[in-house]
């Protein structure tokens, strides 16, 4: 007969059954207590993120934008895009690369507003009111002044612009009679630079971006380049982005929140292009901006834009700007700034990219201007493959014209290569990248599957037709600054 357990073993096991329970059973609730540690800690971070706060308690909520957090990397609006110019009075290319003016460009615009309007700018000269000089071309920026107005008194129109231009408060004044609603940003508080951008959102699905100013010389007086994106709601609302932080920053005493709240990213940069159609062909497309400070998470700033563009191109660099100065010309101390020119001359040398430089001359280029680009077109030398040039492109002026103060220069501000088309706002010095605030356009669209060019081509077409036209003079060791 089989006999039971001793006592003693009995109590041990029983024992031993009991403390395991309460260990289980702690187990259970430190589990459970973790779960809740963990929810909480996560609801604190998600409420840092989603908060619209500045980096100052005392500082005014950043408002949501108006837009929308950025869609998936794929839109299908039927976009599409037209380039777009001024070509100032007198200005006769022997060539039949030609596009639609900016004036009308800005008329249809107007025309195909319905609820909105913003426009970013750097100021405000429509009328001939401030040159005292009476001439006559004055009329279509006058114009433009005038449906502005009247639009404003219909629909929402915001004007962002750089504070203390005292030039523009007549044409402002103006627009804010009629109920347009205006904000100037202090940048020079802010960055120690100003609000050089261009651009207008027209019922958050139209763009215009380019070179103009909101100046009557722009339409008539000056050479002019820009892009209008027509029926792009994802672009557009992408540009609006911008658009809000220059919208926040021109309420006083803001500050630029470190980091911007996440209302103001993108998921669209140089690495994650947005894709869509562009007249008919697939493409890539991103909106850079600067300074860095301004650029909310996913931005890609428009220095390291230039940077990746110039390094990508495997056959050729073609730059239209209207100055380029590797320094940093407005600080103080004025002092040397590498990043573009050290890139021109590394994808030269490293890749045998071929580069072409069209860059302005007139009466109020930077005396040293011209020694840096003599420095560029040296690195000439066809026996080893190394090939920049650089020309000057004057815009000739009759005596009457001469009298118009900042008129008859190429205005310009784009880059074009074998597989990019980049649209600017800003000139090419350092100051523009660091401290001002400006934005630009890269297309990649080299491959077309429509019977329209592709912006890349019409682009370089443009570049082209002024490099090889009597406006344009090589630079060498022996120019003298005199044309």
Avoid at 205 to 211: D, E, L, Q, T
């Amino acid at each position: 007969m089989k006999t039971g357990l001793p006592y003693e073993r009995v109590v041990d096991v029983q024992r031993r059954r009991e403390e395991y329970s309460r260990a289980h059973m702690y187990y259970r609730c430190g589990l459970a207590l973790a779960s809740v540690a963990t929810l909480l800690v996560l609801a604190v971070i998600l409420q840092n993120l989603l908060s619209t706060r500045g980096p100052s308690s005392s500082q005014s909520p950043v408002p949501s934008p108006r837009f929308p957090l950025a869609r998936a990397q794929t839109c299908s609006d039927p976009c599409r895009v037209v380039l777009v110019e001024s070509i100032p009075e007198g200005l006769v290319f022997n060539s039949s690369t030609a596009n639609p003016a900016i004036y009308q460009a800005w008329l249809n615009l107007i025309g195909e507003a319905r609820s909105s309007l913003d426009i970013a700018s750097y100021y405000w000269t429509l009328t001939n009111k401030d040159t005292s000089t009476h001439d006559p071309t004055a009329h279509q920026g006058e114009d433009v002044l005038k449906r502005l107005g009247e639009l404003a008194g219909k629909l929402s129109v915001r004007i962002a612009v750089n504070a203390q231009q005292d030039k523009s408060a007549a044409d402002l004044k103006l627009l804010a009679s009629y109920g347009a609603d205006i904000r100037s940003v202090n940048m020079q508080e802010l960055t120690s630079g100003i609000l050089h951008t261009k651009f207008w959102i027209v019922d958050k699905k139209h763009i215009f971006i380019g070179s103009p100013n909101m100046d009557w010389r722009s339409l008539t007086q000056v050479k002019e380049l820009g892009a209008v994106v027509y029926n792009c709601s994802c672009l557009a609302e992408d540009l609006g982005k911008i658009f809000e932080a220059y919208w926040f920053l021109g309420q006083s005493g803001q500050q630029i929140p470190t980091p911007w709240p996440s209302s103001f990213s993108t998921a669209y940069n140089k690495d994650t292009p947005l894709q869509l159609p562009l007249n008919g062909t697939q493409s890539s497309v991103y909106l850079s901006s600067s300074p860095p400070s301004l650029c909310a998470e996913g931005r890609t700033s428009d220095l390291q834009s230039v940077l990746s563009v110039i390094q990508d191109a495997d056959e050729f660099v073609y730059i239209a700007v209207m100055s380029y100065i590797p320094i940093m010309e407005y600080s103080q101390p004025k002092r040397y700034w590498t990043e573009i020119d050290t890139q021109l001359r590394r994808v030269a040398y490293d890749k045998q990219v071929k580069v072409r430089m069209l860059i302005s001359h007139w009466a109020h280029s930077q005396p040293f201007m011209v020694p840096f680009l003599k420095s560029l077109a040296s690195i000439h030398d066809p026996k080893i493959k190394l090939d920049i040039q650089v020309r000057l492109f004057v815009v000739p002026s009759t005596p009457s014209q001469k009298q118009i103060p900042y008129a008859r220069v190429n205005h310009n501000k784009y880059m074009v290569t074998d597989k990019i088309a980049y649209i600017s706002t800003s000139n090419w010095s350092g100051d523009y990248f660091v401290n001002t605030a400006g934005s630009s356009l890269v297309v990649n669209q080299t491959a077309s599957q429509t019977q329209e060019p592709t912006v890349q081509s019409q682009l370089r077409a443009v570049f082209e037709r002024d490099w090889d036209s009597s406006y344009s003079t090589p630079i060498d060791h022996n120019f003298q600054g005199a044309i």
